[in-house]
């Protein structure tokens, strides 16, 4: 007995205008079957969900602590997010995923990597440790439509980069 393919729907071709719907269905069509084949999500991710693909950039900010990375984007929000903290010690201790909503609050790394509508999935691979590390802050902020940031934890300065500035 022969089993008859399902008919596939077509493909509309890819635009500028239409990326944003085409791009998910070419990668669905094209790329997770080889992915599957050669079992991808095994040795390296998982395949990319469709959150991924319509999230908005994200922009992590990196550097030592104390140097301004928390409060460059306090002004580019234009307002304190929840869990943000600004002082001349170490005060971010985990990484903050600053992004859009209409109800401002703040979501634990647990729940922000399992909400479907955050593009945050991925990052469970990194296991339960980064998690407790992760929180989201939700703002109503009108550049957050269109950018996600990242707040680091500050990064030390070892004794060779400290012996090499002398």
């Not at 509309?12 to 990326?19: A, K, R």
């Not at 859009?100 to 991925?122: C, K, Q």
């Not at 060779?160 to 500035?165: E, I, M, P, T």
């Amino acid at each position: 007995m022969c089993k008859r393919k399902p008919k596939e729907k077509p493909i509309p071709e890819l635009t500028s205008q239409n990326i944003h719907e085409v791009l998910p269905l070419l990668y669905e069509a094209k790329v997770v079957p080889v992915e599957k084949r050669h079992i991808y999500d095994v040795f390296y991710t998982p395949k990319i969900e469709a959150t991924e693909f319509k999230a908005t950039p994200i922009i992590m900010f990196l550097g030592q602590y104390s140097v301004g990375k928390t409060s460059m984007i306090k002004y580019f929000v234009g307002s304190e997010y929840p869990g943000s903290m600004i002082g001349p010690e170490p005060t971010t201790d985990c990484f903050t995923a600053i992004f859009y909503s209409d109800n401002p609050h703040e979501e634990m790394g647990p729940s922000l990597i399992a909400n479907p509508t955050l593009p945050f999935g991925a990052l469970q691979k990194f296991g339960g440790a980064f998690e407790n590390r992760l929180r989201g802050a939700a703002v109503d902020s009108k550049i957050l439509k269109h950018m996600t940031f990242i707040d680091t934890p500050g990064i030390l300065a070892g004794d060779k980069q400290v012996k090499s500035r002398n």
